[in-house]
C-alpha cells in the first residue's frame, strides 16, 4: 500500500514548512487528489490518521478535494471534465485528448499555528 509513503512524505513536508514558519504545529491539511493519480482517498486518510500522532500535524483536520480529470482536445479545441474513464471528447468524440489536471496529488494549503 503506497499511500502509507505517501503519507510519510505528506507529513514530513508539512512539518519542513512548519519549522520554516516558526509554527508548533500544523491545524489543517489540504490536499488535491486526481481521479487518475493512483492514490485511493479512503486509504489515505486511514494512513494520515495512524501516523500523524506525535507529529506537529497530530491534531491537523485533513482535507481531501477530488479532482476529476481535465482534458483538453485536440480537435474540436475545447476543454473538458471526463465524467467516466473514458478517453472521448464528450463535444465531438475525438480521441485525441491532452491531459490537463487529475493525475497528481497535490499540497494545496497548510495552516499553521
Request: hydrophobic content about 40%; some cysteine; charged content about 25%.
Amino acid at each position: 500500500m503506497h499511500e502509507y509513503s505517501i503519507v510519510q512524505a505528506l507529513i514530513d513536508s508539512c512539518e519542513e514548512n512548519a519549522k520554516q514558519n516558526q509554527a508548533s504545529k500544523v491545524t489543517k491539511v489540504v490536499v488535491k487528489i486526481g481521479v487518475m493519480s493512483g492514490v485511493e482517498p479512503h486509504l489515505l486518510e486511514i494512513a494520515f490518521n495512524t501516523f500523524k500522532d506525535g507529529t506537529m500535524c497530530a491534531d491537523a483536520e485533513f482535507v481531501m478535494n477530488i479532482q476529476e480529470i481535465r482534458v483538453l482536445c485536440e480537435s474540436c479545441i475545447k476543454e473538458s471534465e471526463l465524467k467516466k474513464l473514458e478517453y472521448l471528447c464528450p463535444n465531438c468524440g475525438s480521441n485525441q485528448l491532452k491531459v490537463l489536471d487529475g493525475e497528481d496529488m497535490y499540497l494545496m494549503q497548510l495552516e499553521l499555528e
